[in-house]
């Protein structure tokens, strides 16, 4: 279970992508990008129009339940990209590694890169941007919603702080 939450705005999401799409540059050209979904798409998307690369193919790994970590499945595999040859796998990040791992055993010539990384997982990635925490659950953009939070002097709690 998380200790912390860390929340990524879509401000800071689109330029964590443009930063790693930077680092990529001289790593390319790419013959295509493999999306590992569903979280990959967006960073995906992003990088792929900097890169002006055209070619999208997506691995689809289901791991997670909310916070919960469960066995790895997947559920659609990237046909497209061969043994990884010239390719790109982007994700949003790595956690324990259970996820890129099975990617990149499915793409061995690949390069892999994602926005963020926590400890366990940054050994599977050839580039991130930021490294986060272990114990740190992500919430990415499309994980939150704005909230109304009552003023301070509205509460009925007595545990004001
Ligand atoms: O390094 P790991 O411990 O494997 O965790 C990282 C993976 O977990 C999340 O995906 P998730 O399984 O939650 O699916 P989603 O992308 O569809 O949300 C995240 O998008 C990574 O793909
Ligand atoms: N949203 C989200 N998904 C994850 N999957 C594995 N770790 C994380 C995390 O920190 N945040
Ligand atoms: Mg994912």
Do not use: N
């Amino acid at each position: 279970m998380a200790t912390s939450y860390a929340t990524v705005t879509w401000d800071q999401l689109h330029r964590d992508a443009r930063q790693l799409a930077a680092e990529l540059m001289p790593r390319g050209p790419f013959k295509g990008i493999v999306a590992i979904t569903r979280g990959g798409l967006i960073p995906a998307a992003i990088i792929a129009r900097e890169l002006d690369c055209r070619l999208i193919e997506t691995v689809s790994v289901v791991t997670y339940d909310e916070e919960k970590q469960g066995e790895a499945t997947v559920i659609k595999r990237p046909e497209a990209a061969g043994d990884g040859e010239g390719f790109l796998i982007i994700d949003d990040l790595v956690d324990s590694g259970v996820t890129a791992e099975l990617v990149r055993r499915m793409l061995p010539k690949a390069l892999f890169a994602c926005l963020y990384a926590k400890p366990t997982g940054r050994p599977l990635t050839d580039m991130f941007v930021v490294e986060v925490p272990q114990e740190t659950w992500v919430l990415f953009p499309w994980d939150t919603a704005p909230l109304f939070i009552p003023p301070l002097a509205r509460r009925d709690d007595t545990s004001r702080s």
